[in-house]
């Protein structure tokens, strides 16, 4: 699939917002940790990645009712689901100057009822864009960070009318964190998420 940068401006991709707070100080102290094993960016990457997928559980998973939308909040609170869990990995890779974009794909909601937006990353490595799935692996989910080919928890199936979002977006999509923001916990979330962009 070619990915579609929404703005030519690689500084967009790394900026820092009240979402992607990535100058705040847990956030600061996390990439830090990281960095510190770290021997290049690419290590410090797939570090990060498996820091947030595994580290971090999907609070669906977890059975968690919290709602956490901000990065610094994903990481003090240790729960979110897959864009939560996004929005903390784009915080700690731009933290290290990686341009990071937000993504998405259309999927069959969990409780097989309509469809559900799912949120994930792309990095941005060897002058190409990589995406990245950090949700947390599960049984029949097995996501992997992966330069040589997607390794994502879900590939859309088109005849079930799921979607591959093309666009990469600088800042999450305002109706997924329109629904974050409203959330007052996590089944109200569910009943609420957008069902397509």
């Known amino acids: 699939m070619l990915l579609i940068q929404e703005t030519p401006d ?3 991709y790394l900026a820092a917002d009240e979402v992607v707070d990535h100058h705040h100080p847990l956030v600061r102290e996390a990439a830090a940790r990281l960095a510190a094993e770290a ?3 690419y290590a410090y990457a797939h570090a990060a990645y498996e820091f ?5 559980p999907h609070s669906a998973d977890s059975g968690d009712m919290r709602v956490t939308w901000r990065a610094s909040d994903v990481l003090e609170q240790g729960t979110g689901i897959c864009h939560a869990k996004a929005h ?35 990095v941005r490595f ?21 330069l040589g080919g997607e390794r994502l928890a879900f ?26 923001k409203d959330a007052p916990d996590r089944p109200y979330l569910w009943e609420h998420l957008p069902d397509a962009l």
């Not at 947030?52 to 971090?56: K, N």
């Not at 069959?108 to 792309?122: F, Q």
């Not at 190409?128 to 992966?146: E, I, L, M, T, Y």
């Open 52 to 56: 947030v997928r595994d580290a971090i």
């Open 155 to 180: 590939v859309p199936d088109g005849e079930s009318s799921e979607v591959d979002y093309p666009v990469l977006y600088a800042a999450p999509h305002s109706a997924v964190l329109r629904a974050l």
């Open 126 to 146: 060897q002058g190409a864009w990589h995406r990245q799935d950090c949700r947390g692996n599960k049984p029949g989910v097995d996501a992997r960070f992966s």
């Open 88 to 122: 903390a990995l784009a915080a700690l890779l731009r933290a290290e100057d990686i341009p990071t974009a937000f993504c998405y794909q259309r999927l069959t909601h969990d409780a097989g009822t309509g469809h559900v937006v799912h949120g994930l990353v792309a």
């Open 39 to 41: 021997a290049d960016s």
């Open 10 to 12: 690689l500084s967009a």
